[in-house]
């Protein structure tokens, strides 16, 4: 059974299309990295220009753990399409390709295929990450150095010190994986429920500004909905970076976001198991 899991991950990984998120992930990391080396002051100076009246900045704000912080905020929002583009066609390129029956003649269950095609998108999601984080933290810290963050958020300014933001990364990257876990989980059921690659991966997107959509509008008619949408959770890696952290706020998001993936998980165990391949 390892063979066959093996087998999918060198199948998913041998196609172009899962590169096109990793290149692009290293190539606007370099483009940010690059722009605040030789501009970065001016994007600082206009960011806090509205606390000049209040006190004044000392030091170096410029640093490697600010750097990956606004390169979490501005890819995090992306990263669900580069995760779809991938996760949306590993069974629905299958049935597409037309060896989907020839997949099934080998001596594994349905279950066991699902299962293997569910921890090949993990494992892309956990390899999307890890490269997030050597070029985003990794290389802006040895670019840019080590130094105290500031973060602007709805509590107002907000210091961390340098030691105390190693292991908010480790978490925020943690809580990102379980997020991009749900929307692979999706993209993942769509695809059982398609027979082309392009269907899975424009459902995946539209559900995710939908839904992203109807949790900027502050109606109160969305309110009851808003708790049940995934995307309103997606957002709370920010909160780690808060003093002092809402952890059980954080924990519960994670729960809801982890329900959602054993939902979507199920639902294509039980969709695939009672599919007709033949047709």
């Known amino acids: 059974m390892i063979r066959i899991l093996q087998a999918e991950i060198i199948k998913a990984f041998a196609r172009p299309r899962s590169y096109i998120g990793m290149a692009s992930i290293v190539a606007l990391v370099v483009l940010i990295d690059t722009s605040?080396?030789?501009?970065?002051?001016?994007?600082i100076d206009l960011l806090f220009q509205s606390f000049d009246q209040v006190f004044s900045l000392e030091g170096t704000i410029i640093n490697g753990n600010l750097i990956c912080f606004i390169i979490l905020q501005t890819l995090?929002?992306?990263l669900p399409l580069l995760v779809a583009l991938v996760t949306g066609d590993l069974i629905s390129g299958e049935s597409a390709m037309g060896t989907l029956r020839y997949a099934l003649t080998k001596p594994i269950s349905r279950f066991k295929f699902i299962t293997y095609k569910w921890i090949t998108a993990m494992l892309y999601v956990l390899g999307i990450l890890l490269l997030?984080?050597?070029?985003?933290?990794?290389?802006?810290?040895?670019?840019?150095?080590?130094?105290d963050l500031l973060v602007l958020n709805a509590d107002g300014l907000v210091v961390l010190?340098?030691?105390?933001?190693?292991w908010r990364f480790i978490a925020a990257f943690l809580f990102a994986f379980i997020s991009l876990t749900t929307v692979a989980s999706l993209s993942l059921m769509f695809s059982a429920f398609s027979e082309n690659s392009v269907g899975p991966i424009v459902l995946t997107m539209v559900v995710i500004i939908a839904f992203t959509v109807i949790s900027s509008f502050e109606m109160s008619f969305f309110d009851p909905i808003l708790p049940f949408l995934f995307t309103n959770h997606m957002h709370l890696w920010r909160r780690l970076f808060s003093d002092p952290v809402?952890?059980?706020?954080?924990?519960?998001?994670?729960?809801?976001l982890l329900f959602h993936s054993a939902l979507f998980f199920g639902?294509?165990?039980?969709?695939?198991?009672?599919?007709?391949?033949?047709?």
Request: hydrophobic share 45%.
């Open 267 to 279: 639902i294509t165990q039980y969709h695939f198991n009672h599919k007709d391949i033949i047709q």
């Open 161 to 166: 010190r340098n030691a105390d933001l190693f």
């Open 76 to 78: 995090i929002i992306q």
């Open 36 to 43: 605040f080396y030789f501009t970065g002051s001016e994007y």
């Open 132 to 147: 997030l984080g050597i070029f985003a933290y990794g290389v802006s810290l040895v670019v840019f150095g080590p130094g």
């Open 246 to 256: 809402p952890m059980a706020e954080i924990m519960r998001s994670a729960g809801v």
